[in-house]
């Protein structure tokens, strides 16, 4: 049987060579070279892999001929080509960068008309910016600007940065009015005794875990070094000087409770093992003691004639959790034995200041938070009112709201009450537009607040006790300057500023925040870099001083 296949395999072989020796020899086809014109270079790659033809490129800017479109080749259309040849095709790389503009009236345009513009003649540096003050309604194309590559061309050519404004509507920039006399016009000096990273980020530069002055003292081994240089450098007696030469005759000093160079120890500072809480837990601090800097600072307000809210910014137990309370995410205050300290200190801090004639008023407490009932915090002013009463019959005494000044009527009975029996009080509201909820807000939107809203604030207890914006600012949701040019956003913050400046003019008074910040950011905040720019005015001199 296997003789048979192998018989049967040879005869197929000799009938396969058979058959081979029989049938014509075929040549390859030709390859006919095609009219590339007008073809994308990635069809003409596509043509060439197909046929086994070897593409070259060579890109040229045209503006006769859309990018990627072929406009010439080295082989005529018709000719042969083998297998392999080389064939070479002429493309546009897009218009030429360097080319002239003719540039159109854009006036009535859209944006969208002007995005089409900027498409047709590929143009592809542009912006679109929003802008304020002007005489247009809203939305309408305003101007256009041409920052040239080469400021010797007469022409612009298509590579400048080409851009577009359009009106944001018209911004009313009030006139601040000084005019009234009796009013309590100053800044705060915050960020000096009582530390915040976002004030002076540098000292907080290298320093694990400091969110607040007192892990910063705890995690800084140079603590006392550092923070003695930062009281000679933060604020000098120039700072006075200047606040004086423009008319400035108050300022708000918040001074920690640890003033003398306290120690505070695990108790006090109520260790937090939570996740994401900061830990103070088999720690004590000592504060360091800053007399002698804040004794200065009095003085230095005596010589310029500037008098002195000392306003008690931090407490034992922590009162709101915020940095500013010196012990972040902390707030117990409530404690009868944080209450009672915080008196004793009040107590001994009004004896000290009796001696210059700047200290003008004390505060109770800044911002204490929400954790403080309402009955704990209204009992604590009383008592630390009757204190002071005790040492200085004759200094302004100042409350804050504790962030509830909507319970009007709870206030009103406080403050009427012929028990309390107040004299020279003033009630402190913080208002800012940067905290809480203010996504859906514009500029017209914030003014439109100050001017009603704030304005209730202000006057909610005229008649009853006086108020002052112990602190408020030109602060606003970054949102906000998004799209605008570098003008109009400076126009935004000093048409903000003038509007408070007016309502809060119709209260007894109001402090800045803040006298300066130590980083490029936030000029908002900081009254010497806006007075240096105009936004702010430049002279605050009231016509009579308040007794």
């Known amino acids: 049987m296997k003789k048979i296949l192998s018989v049967f395999a040879v005869f197929l072989v000799l009938l396969t060579f058979a058959g081979c020796d029989e049938a014509p020899v075929e040549e390859d086809d030709p390859i006919v070279v095609i009219d590339f014109t007008g ?83 590929d143009i592809g540096k542009f912006r679109f910016y929003d802008t304020f003050s002007l005489d247009m309604e809203l939305g309408a194309f305003v101007k256009y600007q041409v920052e040239q590559i080469d400021d010797s061309l007469t022409n612009f050519v298509r590579r400048d940065q080409f851009n577009f404004y359009f009106s944001k509507g018209e911004l009313e920039i009030e006139t601040v009015d000084f005019s009234s006399t009796g009013k309590v016009r100053g800044v705060n000096l915050g960020g000096w005794f009582v530390l915040e990273s976002w004030m002076s980020p540098e000292l907080f530069d290298g320093i694990d875990d400091a969110h607040d002055e007192t892990t910063w003292i705890i995690n800084n081994p140079n603590a006392e070094a550092d923070l003695i240089e930062h009281w000679e450098t933060f604020i000098t007696e120039e700072d006075f000087q200047f606040l004086s030469e423009i008319g400035i005759d108050y300022i708000r000093l918040p001074i920690p409770w640890w003033m003398w160079g306290d120690t505070a120890y695990e108790d006090e500072l109520l260790p937090h093992n939570q996740d994401g809480v900061i830990t103070y837990k088999d720690y004590s601090v000592t504060y360091i003691n800053s007399v002698y800097y804040i004794d200065q600072a009095m003085t230095w307000a005596e010589e310029y004639g500037i008098d002195v809210l000392v306003d008690l910014h931090t407490a034992p137990g922590g009162q709101n959790g915020f940095d500013n309370g010196g012990l972040s995410g902390v707030n117990e205050f409530a404690k009868p034995e944080h209450v009672n300290q915080t008196l004793f200190k009040i107590r001994d801090m009004v004896q000290h200041f009796n001696q210059f004639d700047s200290f003008w008023g004390f505060e109770l407490l800044n911002e204490p938070g929400w954790g403080v009932p309402l009955d704990v915090l209204q009992e604590f002013y009383v008592n630390g009112y009757n204190i002071i009463r005790a040492y200085n019959p004759d200094v302004w005494v100042g409350m804050h709201d504790g962030f509830r000044s909507y319970m009007e009527n709870e206030w009103t009975e406080f403050f009427e009450s012929t028990e309390n029996n107040f004299e020279k009080v003033f009630f402190d509201i913080h208002l800012y537009h940067v905290f809480g909820e203010w996504t859906d807000f514009d500029i017209f939107d914030h003014i439109e607040w100050v001017k009603v809203e704030d304005f209730k604030a202000v006057h909610r207890w005229d008649g009853i006790v006086p108020v002052i914006v112990g602190e408020w600012s030109g602060g606003l949701p ?21 509007a408070q400046f007016n309502v809060f003019e119709g209260g007894f ?22 007075v240096e720019a105009g936004l702010v005015p430049t002279d605050w001199s009231p016509e009579e001083e308040t007794e």
């Open 509 to 530: 008074g109001h402090f800045f925040w803040n006298y300066q910040i130590l980083q490029g950011s936030h000029m908002e905040w900081d009254i010497v870099r806006l």
């Open 39 to 121: 073809m994308s270079f990635i069809e003409v790659l596509q043509w060439g892999n197909a046929n086994k033809i070897s593409v070259k490129s060579s890109g040229d800017y045209r503006d006769d001929v859309l990018p990627n479109i072929v406009y010439d080749q080295d082989i005529e259309p018709g000719s042969k080509l083998e297998e392999w040849d080389e064939l070479k095709v002429f493309y546009s790389r897009g218009y030429n960068p360097d080319g002239e503009i003719t540039v159109p009236d854009f006036t009535g345009l859209t944006k969208e008309d002007i995005l089409s513009w900027l498409d047709e003649n």
């Open 478 to 498: 970054v949102v906000l300057y998004e799209g605008l040019d570098f003008e109009s956003g400076a126009e935004m913050k000093e048409a903000f500023l003038s």
